[in-house]
């Protein structure tokens, strides 16, 4: 019988990691660490109306703006925390302010195999400098391409992942 009990996810079953291979020559996706903050925000557009024969307005979910809020203490020899970096300290635009990451969800697993999500964002940088005790970057990584679903396997330090679209998403 199936452990039927509910079990509380915690925050840190949930990890990203950002290809830092920028040559395309093979992804290598490494754990985003030391992160304070990485809020997603879903950015629902509505579209609402109000018929004549009710009361109330009706919503629909017709799109969505996705990103996530971060902000890290910088460590240096840390390969996402340069990639960032180097977009945000050389203001980098376009495609040269783009980054691949894939969320896994360490509490989704089958047969050694994670749950993950792949999409393109866009680095907007916020600031950097705040506080005293460490250089923190902060910013917004802006959705720049569909979410694209499959799974993902870790390394066996858990500090790299490689990544695997799903069937359905490779033949569209």
């Known amino acids: 019988m199936a452990d039927t009990v509910a079990k509380m996810v915690k925050r840190h079953q949930r990890v990203a990691f950002m290809n830092t291979d920028k040559t395309g020559s ?13 809020k997603n925000s879903k950015g629902a557009k509505e579209y609402s109306r109000q018929y004549v024969d009710k009361e ?9 703006s996705p990103s996530i809020e971060y902000s890290f203490d910088r460590y240096t020899n840390t390969p996402v925390h340069d990639l960032i970096a180097e977009i945000h300290d050389g203001e980098k635009t376009g495609s040269d302010a783009l980054v691949d990451i894939v969320v896994v969800d360490l509490f989704n697993e ?9 999409r393109t964002y866009a680095v907007v940088p916020d600031a950097d400098g705040d506080g005293t005790d460490a250089l923190i970057y902060s910013g917004t990584l802006k959705a720049k391409s569909e979410i694209e679903e499959g799974t993902a396997t870790l390394s066996e330090d858990g500090k790299t992942v490689t990544y695997t679209a799903s069937v359905s998403a490779t033949s569209e």
């Open 26 to 38: 093979s992804p290598k996706y490494e754990r985003m660490t030391r992160f304070t903050s990485m």
């Open 110 to 118: 089958t047969n050694g195999k994670y749950e993950a999500r792949k």
């Open 56 to 64: 109330s307005e009706d919503t629909d979910v017709v799109g969505y």
